[in-house]
Structure formats: structure tokens, C-alpha cells
């Protein structure tokens, strides 16, 4: 018996069709959930109402009824933040060794109108995700962006692909899909090439066409059976009841009570979930979905598991990646991999190939080289370079720590005696130990060369370092800079002015902080860039843009009043559109480079 009722519906008829219908009250409250308070409403309420002497039967079925009423609500409750993740799992568990997966398990894609309006984006004051170069990538770079729900639809439909095709229980084929990284092709090849067993042993999983079907749990003994019969565990050492021991299909049983113990670690300390073994010492056989599911009570265990199975989804498909941006949970499909800027939901701009922020027009293999060079260098190298030098053997970085200029290098293969001077052998030094007059000797000169080389490399780096931080620091300021426009944008409406005629404030703001980001990419570019005909005409267009974006920035910092809007307007807009244009120059100047290979680089 199917029926409907809305959200209006009182819940004394909610659940007065329960009464006739158990099925109904299942499928209304896990589709329709009330809140708590609605629930203790309708309990007074309805106890209040009951005005008749209620038929035993009646009072009976109340009370089955009931029960499953309050967990049902309490299953929502719990996993309501979840519900696609959720009902895939349970749907594995419930289902193993079925063929396919049931269709009402489905996860719903969509989402609740309230999700959807915490996504929408205030398009008044957020910058524009793309310039219309960016734009013009877009249409011939297609991509998709997806909710966590729609991901794990997707992961679903990989499986019900495969499954429809080798017949075998869901949980394996999602196990067979993480081995070969979720590539469904290379699944169905090597499953059919004829060594199906080696294919499952590689897995860690027993082959389904040939395991015995062995119970996850030891039947509880009958009335004719001892009730006296235990197992000893071997892990915690403690006899349990036949009926407490289970495990997977290799044979291991062990209590309920350590395998609790033994995924929660493995899952919340561990963060593993794809690649649980066994908890038997060198067994390798993995646990699959359905047993963690039936094992775990707790809901954070439970949470976390399901979020390391869709996170290794999206991993390890290259043609999926998440939104590096913090607390959003959205990824982005493309139709074919390569390096372009792709906008998530929330506005962040990144590239598909690296995740890092849109980094035109530095290549990714340079900026990680830089990234890590900064990691590495930038806060000793300061120090290094005012407090040290080499040794002029073996080029060890020496702190000098006393008056004396006898050097004695402590690296045990060198062990070489020089100058600190003048950084030549210490033996013709004689007894100068504080005073040195020797300069023109050949090796000393070879050592201040190859010191002064080392430090001219240092300065360098220095050069372009601190202008990319500079840049990236102005970058953080100008992003609050919308809050600032925002208010001088009310203030000129406020003088004859319309809502269209002051927009003009956020797009110079857009303009400013893509001149920016650019800006800060191309030291990074430069750094690596060897010199020549064509470096140098780069340079003078990065110098153009460098300019005309501190005036832009000066133009929007300054006070703005009555007297001179449309002064600054005219200046705003005019300078706001020469960034535009020789941003654009700077970027098509650089990609004729690559397409016709001009730029040379040089390992720094």
C-alpha cells in the first residue's frame, strides 16, 4: 500500500496511516524526516486527543509501529549530512552477493534547496573566475563540476558498468576497481584474459567463482545444540560465544569486539579504508564494504571510511580532482586531461593538472620546482647569506664563531685548514691568525670566485623571490579591497549615480587582481628563463603591466568624494582596460613562445 502525504500534513496523520501501512511510515520518514520538536508535538498531542478506549490489537500495533518509527528517525538524523554515501554502503552491505545493485538504492543527486542556497555566489562582489581568455579555454576545454552526492553516483555507476558485465557481488567489483585504479578498461581486459584467479590473488581478494560460502558470523546454537560452546579469540585471548565470532571469507574469526577495534584504528588513526587487511597476522585478503559496515557501530568510523573510498575515487581518476579550495567539497571533471584553468562552484580558478591556482604563464614541472625551492630556501637563506661562507674544498656552508680567521672545515671527508679572509690555504699564513694581507694567490682567487658565484646565485634568487611575494602579499590585499569598493560603491549612488554606472569599481577590482596573480607568475617564469632576444622583450612587458598595475591600485585605494567621481571614473576605467590589454599581450607573447619553442630555460 503506497500513499503520499506533504509536508503539511499533520503528523497524527502521518502516523495514523502507519498503523495500516508499516511500509509507508518507513518510506515517509526516511524521505520526509520531521524534526525532534515535531515529534514530541505530535506525542502530547496525539495522547491528548485519544478521547476512545483504544482496541488491545490497536494498542499493539501502536506499539510495534513505534519502534521502528524512532529508528527510522534516528537513521536519518544520523546520516542525513551523508544520505548518498550512506545508502550506497548500506545498499553493499544489505546486498552482497547480489549481482547488481538495487535501483531504489540509488543516491539522489540533486540536494536540498537549503544546500542550494548556501552554494549560490554573490556575483555583486566576488571576483570573476575567469578573464576571457580564460573563458574562450573554457569552451574548448569542457568540464563539469560535482557535488560529493553526484561523485559517489558516479562511483555507483562505475560498479553497476562492470557488474552488468562480470556477474560478480558489488563489494568485490569495487575492491577489482581500486587495484586498477578505477579504469574500467583495464578491469574487463585483464578479467577476461583467462587467469582470473591470479587476478584475485593480485586484488588480495578470494575469487568469487570458487570460494565456499562460509557465514559472516557463527549461527547462534538452537535449543538442541550446547550453549556452553566457545571460541578462543586470538587477538584480545578471551573465549566468546560461536555467535560473537566472525570474519571473511579466508576462514579468520575473531570477536565482534576486536574487529570493532581493529577498523577503527585502521580507519581513524591509520586513515586507511580502501586497504584494510585482515586482522589475521599475514593474511592479506582486504575487507571489503559490507563487512566494515556491519562491524562498525560507530558514526564517525562509519563517516570517515566512506569519505577515504570516494576521496581514492576521485585520486585516482585522472580525469577527476578536487577543489583545493578550503571547506569545499566539489570536483571537477573534464572530458580529456590537460593543462587548463578549470572554475569550481565556489569561483576558485585552478589548474586540472596540478591543483595549484591558475599559474599563466609558468608551466606546472617550473612552478613545483619553485614551490619547492621556496620551501627549501626562503627562510635561511637571508641568514645564510650575511653570516656565512664555503669551504673551498668541498663548498660545506661555515658559520664563523670566533675571532680567529684559522678556518678547520668540520665536514669529516674535507677536514681542508684556509683563511676566512680571503678563503686561500691556511699554511702560508704563518702566524697571521688574526690579520690577513695574502689576496692574489691563485687558489684563494678561485675560492672568492667560486663564493662570489654561489652568492650571485643567492641574489638572485633573492631578486625574484621577493617580488613574487610581493605580488602574492598585494594579491591577499586586494582581495579586501571588494569590501572597501563595495562601500564607495553605495556612497556614489547616493550622488545621482545608478547601480550599473558604479559596477565599473568591481570590474576594475576583477582586473587588478587577475594583473596580480599574473604578475606574480611571471618572476617565477623569469627565474628559470634563460636570456635572450625574446626574454628581453617578455621583460619589457612585464615591466608595462607592473606599472600600469600600481596605478590601477592607487586609482582604487584613494578617497573618493562628490567633487570628483567622474574624474576618477574616467581614469579607473581607462587604466583598468590598458591592464586588460597589456596583460593580454604579456600571455599571447609568451604562448607564441612555446608554440614556436623560443624560450630556453636553465636548471637553478
Known sequence: MMSYISHSSPNWLVFSLSLTSPHYLSHSIISQPTSLSALHSFQSTYAADWSFEPEPQALRRLGCCLVPFLYAYIYVYLYQSVPSV????????????????????EPDGGGSSDNDDDELVDLAMEPEPSTTQEKQDAEEFPFEVFKTTEIVQLMVDCIKDVNSVVQIPATITRI???????????????????????????????NPHRREVRPRKIPRPTSTQSQQGE?????????????DMTGLECGHRFCSQCWMEYLTTKVMDEGMGQTISCAAHGCD????????????????????????ITNS????????RWCPAPDCGHAVKVA??????????????????????????????????????????????????????????CHVTIEKDGGCNHMVCKNQNCKADFCWVCLGPWEPHGSSWYNCNRFDE????????AQEKSRAALQRYLFYCNRYMNHM???????????????????????????????FLKKAVDVLCQCRQTLMYTYVFAFYLKKNNQSIIFEENQKDLEIATEQLSEYLERDITSDMLADIKQKVQDKYRYCESRRKVLLDHVHEGYEKDLWEYQEC
Open 86 to 105: 550512506t545508502s550506497f554502503f548500506f545498499s553493499m552491505m544489505d546486498d552482497e552477493e547480489d549481482i547488481l545493485l538495487d535501483d531504489e538504492e
Open 442 to 449: 691563485e687558489e684563494a682567487k678561485k675560492a672568492r670566485d
Open 231 to 243: 571460541i578462543l579469540c586470538e587477538i584480545c585471548l578471551m573465549s566468546k560465544p560461536q555467535s
Open 285 to 308: 585478503i582486504l575487507v571489503d564494504d559490507a563487512t566494515v559496515m556491519l562491524l562498525v557501530t560507530d558514526a564517525k568510523v562509519r563517516l570517515k571510511y566512506q569519505q577515504i
Open 336 to 393: 580529456h586531461y590537460d593543462t587548463k584553468p578549470v572554475t569550481c562552484l565556489c569561483g576558485h580558478t585552478f589548474c586540472f593538472n596540478c591543483g595549484e591556482n591558475w599559474h599563466d604563464p609558468v608551466k606546472c614541472k617550473w612552478l613545483r620546482k619553485w614551490i619547492k625551492k621556496c620551501d627549501d630556501d626562503s627562510e635561511t637563506s637571508n641568514w645564510i647569506a650575511a653570516n656565512t661562507k664555503e669551504c673551498p674544498k
Open 176 to 206: 577489482l576497481l581500486n587495484h586498477f585504479n578505477w579504469d574500467k578498461e583495464r578491469l574487463m581486459e585483464r578479467y577476461y584474459d583467462g587467469d582470473q584467479d591470479r587476478l584475485f590473488s593480485e586484488a588480495h581478494v578470494i
Open 473 to 503: 602579499q598585494s594579491l591577499k590585499f586586494e582581495h579586501k579591497l571588494y569590501a572597501l569598493v563595495k562601500v564607495k560603491m553605495e556612497e556614489m549612488q547616493q550622488h545621482n549615480m545608478s547601480w550599473i554606472e558604479v559596477q
Open 313 to 320: 575515487f576521485v585520486e585516482c581518476n585522472r580525469l577527476l
